[in-house]
């Protein structure tokens, strides 16, 4: 809640790190951070989904192969999926977000060819024509 | 609940 709190007047990288080292720490870390970050992510308040976008990002850099593995999972990545299609929660979320949300899928699909799922989603999104470019 | 090993998934979404 901290590193994600719309009030924050920038990116709090103190409580960032924090939750990034707590997830490094728990056996359950990666499984219970997902869940939280799909949930702020579909915020109807941008500036809460930019955060944690942010976070997300910051997590996939430094949690490791566990946190990889996690979203990894259709079962995250269709809560992504439902961020930028306009059959789900599309037409309610910032462009910016959106925006966001494709860059991350592109970019780990280059950085995390293993993680063959986030492939299958990124071009399932292509072929329904919702990532253009 | 999730466990630590639990390998399970759901399918891709449609959209």
Redesign the interface.
Known sequence: DKATNPSNRQEDWEYIIGFCDQINKELEGPQIAVRLLAHKIQSPQEWEAVQALTVLEACMKNCGRRFHNEVGKFRFLNELIKVVSPKYLGDRISEKVKTKVIELLYSWTVALPEESKIKDAYYMLKRQGIVMF | T???H?DS???????
């Open positions: 999730v466990s630590f639990d998934d759901e399918d891709l979404l449609n959209v």
